[in-house]
C-alpha cells in the first residue's frame, strides 16, 4: 500500500512558540490531504482538508490562524501550530488520497505534540 | 453532515472467539463511504476494511467482513477466529461522495482475552 510519513514524530514545545508538522505521501501524489486532531483516549477529529495549490478548508470550530496548513506540493503539506497553548497538546495525524482509487486515505504514523 | 455512533466503548473476547463490532451511521449523502479502522496503543491507524453505499455484497478482507444493512444503517465489522494481536481500538467511519475527510465514531476498545 501506499506510505504517508510524517515528521516529527514527537514534540515538545513551550508555550508561546510555534510548531510546524510535516505530511509526505512518499510513493504516490496526493491532491488532497487532511489533518485530523486525536485527544487521549478519544477519537479522530477532522480539522482541516488540505489541496494542493489552494487554501486550506477548515472544520467549523477550528481556528484556521492558529493551525496554519500549507499544500506546498503534490507529496508535502504542513501544519503549524502558531502560539502554541497547553491546551494545543495532542496527537496529530494526517492522511492523503491517493487519486488512483476512489475511496482510500493513507495515514501518518501521527505527531505527539506536547506544549509545556 | 455525516454521524457515527459505536455503542461499545470496551469489549472482552476470549480468543479464537469471533466478535462483532457494532457501528451505526447517518448521512444525508446518497454516496458514501464506510470505513474500519484498527488503532493500536503505537498510534497508527490501520486500515482494515470499506464498503460503499452502492456495494450490494458485503466487503470481506480476510479474517475481517463488513455486515452493511443498508436499511438499517448499520455496519458491524466482524472479526473471525480472534487474535491476541487483534487487540487494539477499532473506530468506524464514514465519508461523502467527494473528496471529504473521515467522520469517526467514539471507537471500541477490545481486548482479547487468552
Not at chain 2, 490501520?46 to 480476510?62: H, K, P, R, V
Request: negative net charge; glycine residues 8%; hydrophobic residues 30%.
Amino acid at each position: 500500500g501506499a506510505v504517508v510519513s510524517q515528521h516529527p514524530s514527537w514534540v515538545i514545545c513551550k508555550s508561546g512558540t510555534s510548531v510546524k508538522i510535516e505530511c509526505r505521501s512518499l510513493d504516490f501524489q496526493a491532491t488532497t490531504m487532511f489533518w485530523y486532531r486525536q485527544f487521549p483516549k478519544q477519537s479522530l477529529m477532522l480539522m482541516a482538508t488540505s489541496n494542493e495549490g489552494s487554501k486550506a478548508t477548515y472544520e467549523q470550530g477550528v481556528e484556521k490562524d492558529k493551525f496554519l496548513i500549507n499544500h506546498a506540493s503534490l507529496t508535502l503539506s504542513t501544519l503549524t501550530v502558531t502560539s502554541a497553548h497547553p491546551e494545543d497538546s495532542s496527537f496529530y495525524i494526517c492522511s492523503a488520497r491517493d487519486p488512483q482509487f476512489s475511496y482510500e486515505q493513507y495515514f501518518g504514523p501521527g505527531t505527539r505534540l506536547t506544549v509545556t | 453532515a455525516q454521524k457515527i455512533t459505536q455503542t461499545q466503548p470496551g469489549m472482552f473476547v476470549q480468543e479464537k472467539e469471533a466478535v462483532t463490532l457494532d457501528c451505526t451511521y447517518d448521512t444525508s449523502d446518497q454516496s458514501y463511504g464506510l470505513f474500519w479502522y484498527k488503532q493500536p496503543s503505537s498510534g497508527e491507524m490501520i486500515f482494515l476494511i470499506y464498503q460503499g453505499s452502492y456495494d450490494e455484497q458485503n466487503a470481506t478482507e480476510g479474517r475481517y467482513s463488513l455486515n452493511f444493512q443498508k436499511a438499517r444503517k448499520s455496519a458491524n465489522l466482524v472479526i473471525s477466529a480472534s487474535q491476541l494481536g487483534d487487540s487494539a481500538m477499532y473506530f468506524c467511519a464514514t465519508t461523502g461522495g467527494g473528496a471529504d475527510g473521515l467522520t469517526f465514531g467514539k471507537g471500541t476498545h477490545l481486548i482479547i482475552q487468552p
